[in-house]
């Protein structure tokens, strides 16, 4: 069964980095778009940026252009999440998918 773990979540202040890892099992990983959204407290939870199966196209969300950059490793079945200059704004539980399968989320917290 498809599996997607996420990892690397954590307390950072404002200004930090952090990077995300989505480990995935149970598809052929290199033959699925995949996708990082997020959820912050008593919000919808919205897409944050998206990869192509093999990494050649890339989107983002107007909030996190220029900041964050999706990447990954269709050798390692991993998708990455690397994000800097963080804000508060976002704080949120960040998901990994692959239509329409979701991980359980890891929290990242941006305070000082």
């Known amino acids: 069964q498809v599996q997607l773990v996420e990892s690397g979540g954590g307390l950072v202040q404002p200004g930090g980095s952090l990077r995300l890892s989505c480990a995935a099992s149970?598809?052929?990983?290199?033959?699925?778009?995949m996708s990082w959204h997020r959820q912050a407290p008593g919000k919808e939870r919205e897409l944050v940026a998206s990869i192509s199966p093999t990494g050649g196209n890339t989107n983002y969300a107007n909030s996190v252009k220029g900041r964050f950059t999706i990447s990954r490793d269709n050798a390692k079945n991993t998708v990455y999440l690397e994000m800097n200059s963080l804000k508060p704004e976002d704080t949120a539980v960040y998901y990994c998918r692959r239509f329409p399968n979701w991980g359980q989320g890891t929290q990242v917290t941006v305070s000082s």
């Open positions: 149970g598809f052929i990983f290199s033959n699925y778009a």
